[in-house]
């Protein structure tokens, strides 16, 4: 029986995923490992690709797109695992990471999850651990002062929240609490998992001594306005389920407002600063698609 199993879910991000499935044959390091690939009905040729050049690696096609948690809990439930890392497709595993994660896990009996030290491709930090969501912080990040929402990733910490881009999990708490809630298509699944971790008394932790890359926007770059409306309508699905009907109306009053701070940021950006026009009409549609999406459950492409 393997000690970690590596779930990757893909979704037409071909050349990220076989960059990861690279990175995993020296990231692993001397443990034993399966890794499964959870395609969820790619078009870019992924799972051939994959059955090629990556062997070892089990395939688990989809006939349709059935998101990022419910696909991640068919590589759960396909997993022996003593413990199941979730590893996103555009993310490269740097040597020693899953060792390090692993030892670390098994270092403390009451963890159930940990997250690594993620880098932007340039070397730079991710803000990678987070304080769970609350109507004072969201009201913070929507005027651009969100740093109280996250901790410091100097050094190993116990925190709240960790980004699931990549983390490992204890197969003995998952099978308590059990895995990702499917009604998350897409983001907020990982807080939401942190979150039940955390209310059943067990322990969430940054692990500095493991580095990932996450180059980010791998799947979701090929819908970017679609992706960011879920990622909203995950965001009011969090509160409802953790906060109930009137914090999750409050927080949705709190997206409009932020929303509306864009669009009007965005427009005036095109109008006095030409050089940047191409970018502030992107973020002026995203915005615009949002707002049409919160006042009238419309989607706008």
Not at 4 to 11: C, E, L, P, Q, R
Not at 32 to 48: F, K, L, Q, T
Not at 137 to 149: E, F, K, Q, V, W
Not at 263 to 274: H, W
Request: hydrophobic content about 45%; glycine content about 8%.
């Amino acid at each position: 029986m393997p000690d970690v199993s590596v779930i990757i879910v893909n979704w037409n991000a071909r050349d990220y995923l076989l960059k990861c499935l690279g990175s995993l044959r020296s990231g692993l390091g001397s443990l034993e490992a399966e890794v499964i690939v959870v395609d969820n009905a790619s078009s870019d040729g992924s799972a051939a690709a994959v059955r090629e050049r990556f062997p070892e690696a089990r395939v688990l096609e989809q006939s349709e797109n059935l998101g990022f948690a419910r696909a991640n809990n068919i590589g759960m439930r396909e997993s022996s695992g003593e413990y199941l890392c979730l590893v996103n497709s555009d993310v490269v595993v740097l040597d020693g990471c899953l060792e390090a994660l692993r030892k670390f896990l098994g270092s403390l009996p009451r963890a159930a999850l940990a997250g690594p030290r993620v880098l932007n491709p340039d070397g730079s930090l991710q803000r990678t651990c987070r304080r769970f969501p609350s109507l004072p912080g969201s009201l913070l990040s929507a005027i651009g002062l969100d740093d109280r929402n996250y901790f410091s990733q100097e050094k190993t910490a116990r925190v709240e929240a960790l980004s699931g881009c990549l983390l490992m999990a204890r197969r003995k708490a998952v099978d308590e609490i059990g895995m990702l809630d499917e009604r998350f298509f897409f983001y907020a699944e990982d807080k939401d998992w942190c979150k039940r971790f955390h209310d059943a008394g067990y322990e969430n932790w940054y692990c500095a001594e493991a580095e990932a890359i996450h180059y980010g926007g791998g799947s979701s770059a090929l819908a970017p306005v679609r992706f960011y409306i879920e990622m909203q309508k995950a965001n009011l699905g969090y509160w409802e389920k953790h906060s109930g009907a009137v914090a999750r109306a409050a927080y949705l009053a709190i997206i409009l407002f932020h929303q509306v701070l864009r669009f009007a940021r965005s427009g005036a950006l095109y109008i006095f600063k030409p050089a940047e026009r191409r970018s502030a009409a992107h973020k002026a549609r995203r915005s615009a698609a949002c707002l049409k999406w919160l006042l009238t459950g419309e989607n706008a492409a």
